[in-house]
């Protein structure tokens, strides 16, 4: 059955980690001046995953405040997109749907394609509910940014995910047709098998990124597109936020409009209070930008906005959405705010432990120890299974169930 009701995005939530790094703590260990970082990548601090937290954990906690507000009746597709995935069978998803006590009938996958791989699942989630309005798609982006200790990409780590619950009639975003699309197979930035964190070509990367940006916006102007000249606002995928002005201004002038700084910021300056501080969380990156937009911009209610989202490798895509008239009700303004909050910064010696941190491959019980305040924890890596503990409601921040 195909549905002429509009489909998207029905309910957004995020979750970041336990710990923050401030940029001034890298900066005095590397003896970088710290404009570079503040100013240079427009980066404050980044956020640090405790060493009982992972993807599942932050998935969970993003998607919970979404289930519990609309219950997981509807629910019979979750999507995990990550690609700092845990597990190469089993899907990471399936770990958050056992957490989350979603119903048995449903199916649960991973997608994978760098930052790119959260906007697949939204068009995979799209697709289904075209096919049956009634059901509701749980996304979940959730990704630990990893590079190198003492190389150049580590200033641009982060951790986050988001959850989205997309659907008919949505009280959020209305993702509209068409998409632009670009791929190309480029080298600037990956992660084979064996390694923990990625590769990348910084120059390259941020080549690459600005051609896929005059890729899809050619293909999406193309296909019947809007006007650059009516969209309220542009999401960008963040992996710094300096990235999103550069590829706003390559658009700007691709297209011979005016790059003065008010018509950059006017595009794109509500768009970065997330990820200024969260840092790069890959796959959840443009979803934190809309976040940052919805919840601190004036009414967008009946406003298009732009959302470009660029995965290394490299695959993007442009698209619009419309921002649904009354969505601020539905906000959840609020707690995104007490996500950032409630991090505890962590020193440089501290992060530099975490980030060497790795659980031993052979099978032993090995433990996690008890860091997170959140209400989902990697407990251990026992038997080569990974082990997860809840806390519920009102239970203090010592006091877990293991699932
Ligand atoms: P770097 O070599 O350390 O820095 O790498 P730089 O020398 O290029 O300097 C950065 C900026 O700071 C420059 O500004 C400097 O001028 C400025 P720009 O010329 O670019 O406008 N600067 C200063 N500004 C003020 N005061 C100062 C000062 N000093 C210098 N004192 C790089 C930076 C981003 C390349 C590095 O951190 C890196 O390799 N990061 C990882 C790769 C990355 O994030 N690439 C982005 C595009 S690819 C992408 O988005 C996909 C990705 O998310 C992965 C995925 O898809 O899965 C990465």
Redesign the pocket.
């Known amino acids: 059955m195909a549905s002429d009701s509009p489909i998207g995005i029905h309910d957004l939530s995020f979750a970041t980690t336990e710990f923050v790094l401030p940029h001034t703590a890298l900066a005095d260990h590397n003896g970088t001046?710290i404009?570079?970082y503040h100013?240079?990548?427009g980066q404050q601090s980044m956020s640090v995953p405790a060493a009982d937290e992972d993807i599942v954990t932050l998935g969970a906690a993003a998607a919970a405040p979404i289930v519990a507000r609309h219950g997981s009746d509807q629910i019979r597709t979750v999507v995990f997109a990550t690609?700092s995935s845990i597990d190469q069978a089993k899907a990471a998803g399936v770990y958050v749907h056992s957490l989350l006590g979603l119903p048995s009938a449903a199916r649960v996958v991973e997608l994978k394609q760098?930052?790119y791989g959260a906007t697949a699942a939204l068009q995979f989630a799209i697709g289904l509910v075209h096919r049956d309005p009634t059901q509701r798609v749980l996304v979940i982006a959730s990704d630990v940014s990893k590079?190198e200790l003492d190389s150049?990409?580590e200033?641009?780590q982060g951790a986050a995910a988001v959850a989205m619950l997309v659907g008919a009639d949505p009280a959020l975003v209305r993702i509209e047709d068409p998409s632009g699309l670009f791929t190309a197979d480029v080298m600037?930035?990956w992660r084979p098998n064996y390694r923990e964190a990625a590769l990348?070509d910084?120059?390259e990367?941020?080549t690459?990124?600005l051609q896929a940006v005059e890729g899809t916006w050619k293909d999406y102007t193309e296909r019947g597109g809007r006007k650059l000249d009516e969209f309220a606002a542009f999401c960008y995928?963040q992996?710094?936020t300096?990235?999103a002005y550069k590829a706003h201004t390559h658009l700007l002038n691709s297209c011979g409009h005016d790059t003065g700084k008010d018509e950059i910021a006017r595009g794109i300056g509500q768009t970065t209070a997330y990820n200024a501080v969260v840092g790069?969380s890959?796959t959840a990156s443009v979803y934190l930008a809309l976040a940052a937009l919805l919840d601190q911009a004036d009414d967008l209610g009946g406003r298009p906005i732009g959302f470009l989202s660029?995965?290394?490798g490299s695959v993007a895509e442009f698209f619009a959405g419309t921002v649904v008239p009354g969505y601020r009700e539905h906000l959840r303004t609020a707690e995104h705010r007490e996500a950032i909050a409630r991090r505890r910064p962590v020193d440089y010696a501290g992060y530099r432990e975490l980030h060497e941190r790795f659980f031993p491959g052979d099978g032993g019980d090995h433990p996690a120890p008890a860091q997170t305040t959140g209400p989902f924890r990697l407990a251990a890596v026992r038997g080569h299974k990974r082990i997860y503990e809840t806390r519920p409601p009102g239970l203090s921040h010592s006091q877990f169930t293991t699932t």
Do not use: L, R
């Open positions: 001046q404009g570079k100013v240079g990548i690609e760098a930052c590079y150049p990409g200033a641009t600037d930035f990348v910084g120059q990367s941020i690459a990124y995928h992996p710094f300096k990235m790069n890959y660029y995965g290394s």
